[in-house]
Every structure is written in structure tokens, then in C-alpha cells.
């Protein structure tokens, strides 16, 4: 990820809008537990904001529900290149040579969040029921604005895992995309968060690295 000039990286997912409203800025009542995110939820609902944006995003075309990507555990083996440690890939370069295989939607958006796995916060059903660790993809799930009662709707649902599912929400699989909040004056602003923490509410792009990481634990015996 890049924001402002500075890479980041990250393993979770990046969350902006009211999703992002709910988990980093009910952070000062921590001590509520999980309460602090219905309270917060009901906040927005009351509030009922969408916030204007950009997103551009390369689509996996090859992706649907009932063709699943796969995933693999092995390793690439990493490389060097500009300084880069790790696979380079960049789905950035050539992106005007490729325009069929990006997508940009400009519009308000009540929910915005791109997930490696199928939670968010401590919800106890699915927030992106597809998400793998290890396929190579972020799913983008997002909803433009909502009307109070759709909103509402929402909120429960992520409870239950049957957001992805709402008519409302749209859903892709992709490997890069760029979000462009809008920061004119009398725009309401969301957070973004990356991992659960809060980050600068710019413009940010993000691509997948695929098995970059080792996870060493130890495995109990029994």
C-alpha cells in the first residue's frame, strides 16, 4: 500500500465509510467490549452518512461465486528489484494499455471495505464469505449510499453474515485498486483504517502480494 508517498503494508484488509466510522472511532469506549460497535452503529444510522469517493479497481474477471479462486501455501521465493524485497509485481504499470480489466466508480458510499478474510471486528457471521488468505485477491464489498432504513438493514446484517447478500452491495475479487476519498471542504469525512488502525483519510493504492509471508507457530500435541 502507498499513502501519501509512504508504503505500508498490511495482512487484514482496508476499511473506509461508515464500517470504518464504527470500529476506529468508537475506539475511546473500549471498555464497553463489543457494545461499543452497536452503539456506535445505531450513532450512524441516526447520522445516516455516505461519503463521496473514487475507487478504482483491476476486476478478476476469472472470479465468481461458484468458480472459486484457488489458493497456494508455497512460498514464492523472493526477489530484489529497485529495493523492493519480496515478488515484484506491479498491476499498476500498463494500467491505461489495460482499461478493459479496471473498473472506476465515482459516487457516495455508506460501506466500503476491501478483506483478505471473511470477518470484520467481532461480528460473528461473514463479512466477505469468499475472502481467502491465500488466493491472491482482496474482495471488494461496498455500498453506495443508503437510505436510513437500508442502512439499518446493513448494520444487522453484518450480525448475522448475510450483508454480502443484501441487493444493495456489490461485490469483486480483485489485486489492485486505488481509493480517493473527497476532501473538499464541506464533505463529510470517514477514517480509513488498514488492520483495524487508523491511517490518513487520503487518497491510498493497494495491491496484492501473494504468499509473502512465513507464519511460524507451534503446533500442540496431543
Known amino acids: 500500500m502507498v499513502q501519501d508517498d509512504v508504503k505500508q503494508w498490511g495482512f487484514l484488509g482496508i476499511e ?11 475506539e475511546s469506549y ?5 457494545l461499543r460497535f452497536d452503539i456506535k452503529g445505531a450513532a450512524k444510522v441516526l447520522d445516516c452518512e455516505s461519503y463521496k469517493g473514487r475507487v478504482t479497481f483491476r476486476v478478476e474477471k476469472e472470479w465468481n461465486p461458484k468458480n ?7 512460498l514464492i521465493v ?37 478483506g483478505n478474510i471473511p470477518k470484520v471486528m467481532v461480528s460473528p457471521g461473514p463479512f466477505c464469505p469468499h475472502a481467502k488468505l491465500n ?17 439499518t438493514v446493513a448494520m444487522l446484517s453484518i450480525e448475522d453474515g448475510t450483508f454480502a447478500s443484501l441487493p444493495f452491495v456489490e461485490y469483486y475479487k ?12 464541506n464533505a463529510p469525512r470517514a ?7 487508523h491511517t ?3 487518497a491510498i493504492k493497494v495491491q496484492v502480494h501473494q504468499a509473502l509471508v512465513n507464519l511460524f507457530y507451534d503446533f500442540p500435541h496431543h
Open 135 to 151: 488466493d491472491g485477491t482482496l474482495d471488494l464489498i461496498f455500498a453506495r449510499e443508503l437510505s436510513r432504513s437500508d442502512l
Open 78 to 114: 523472493p526477489e530484489t528489484r529497485d529495493g523492493h524485497l519480496g515478488p515484484y509485481k506491479n498491476y499498476f504499470e500498463n494500467k491505461d494499455e489495460n482499461e478493459d480489466e479496471w473498473k472506476v466508480i465515482e459516487d457516495k458510499f455508506s460501506f466500503f471495505h476491501a
Open 30 to 34: 473500549r471498555w464497553l467490549g463489543p
Open 16 to 26: 473506509w465509510a461508515n464500517i470504518a466510522a464504527i470500529d476506529l472511532e468508537s
Open 200 to 202: 490518513a483519510n487520503t
Open 191 to 197: 477514517p480509513i483504517g488498514i488492520d483495524g488502525e
Open 68 to 74: 472459486p479462486l484457488k489458493g497456494s501455501n508455497e
Open 174 to 185: 480483485t489485486r489492485a485498486f486505488i481509493l480517493e476519498p473527497d476532501n473538499s471542504p
